[in-house]
């Protein structure tokens, strides 16, 4: 038995460190273009379903006049068709800015940033701590420093998380067809 185990220990020592050394980096994971798919804010959330439970229920306990008091209309069906249409521009606003932002890590340290404002660059690294780095300062001098949580990053998901005074956001991302 004893012999057995020591034919074997070569193989598992050369199968241990061949397993170990397919372990991608993460900066090897992130080095590509990654189509934004969602972004996630429960403040935003919390506001919105706010402002719609409002909508759906504005003028339903009072009269003309009251409306007109409290909320300088008369024709409350007409306010709440205009509301409504802000509404919804407001959430197709977001869905073009999810569906136009794209992120190109390169292998060089500079990721392109693709929006509906156009191209800008920075310069991405990871910190000791995991978290991402996007560095204008570093590639162009000037500029700023967004430090971004990295809560999940595999070859077929890169989860971020900003965070804005009071406001978090994670903006969820998929490898973009090439």
């Given at each position: 038995?004893?012999?057995?185990?020591?034919?074997f220990?070569?193989l598992?020592?050369?199968?241990?460190?061949?397993?170990?050394?397919?372990k991608?980096?993460?900066e090897?994971?992130?080095?590509?273009?990654?189509?934004?798919?969602?972004?996630?804010n429960?403040?935003?959330?919390?506001?919105?379903?706010?402002?719609q439970?409002?909508?759906?229920?504005?003028?339903?306990?009072?009269?003309?006049?009251?409306?007109?008091?409290?909320?300088?209309?008369?024709?409350?069906?007409s306010?709440?068709?205009?509301?409504q249409?802000?509404?919804?521009?407001?959430?197709?606003?977001?869905?073009?800015?999810?569906?136009k932002?794209?992120?190109?890590f390169q292998?060089?340290?500079?990721?392109?940033?693709?929006?509906?404002?156009?191209?800008?660059?920075?310069?991405?690294?990871f910190?000791?701590?995991?978290?991402?780095?996007?560095?204008?300062?570093?590639?162009?001098?000037?500029?700023?420093?967004?430090?971004?949580?990295?809560?999940?990053?595999?070859?077929t998901?890169?989860?971020l998380?900003?965070?804005?005074?009071?406001?978090?956001s994670?903006?969820l991302?998929?490898?973009?067809?090439?």
């Open positions: 038995m004893l012999l057995m185990i020591q034919r220990t070569p598992l020592l050369l199968s241990v460190v061949f397993l170990a050394s397919c991608q980096k993460r090897d994971i992130i080095a590509r273009k990654w189509q934004e798919t969602a972004i996630q429960a403040q935003m959330d919390e506001v919105m379903k706010s402002q439970a409002f909508i759906d229920t504005v003028g339903s306990h009072t009269d003309a006049a009251s409306n007109l008091q409290q909320y300088g209309v008369t024709n409350i069906d306010f709440k068709q205009m509301m249409m802000n509404m919804d521009s407001f959430k197709a606003m977001q869905r073009r800015v999810v569906e932002t794209q992120f190109d292998h060089n340290g500079v990721v392109y940033i693709h929006s509906e404002d156009g191209v800008d660059s920075a310069s991405w690294y910190e000791e701590d995991g978290a991402l780095m996007l560095d204008e300062q570093k590639l162009k001098g000037t500029g700023s420093q967004l430090r971004v949580e990295v809560v999940m990053l595999t070859d998901l890169l989860n998380r900003f965070r804005e005074n009071n406001s978090t994670n903006a991302f998929k490898p973009a067809k090439k």
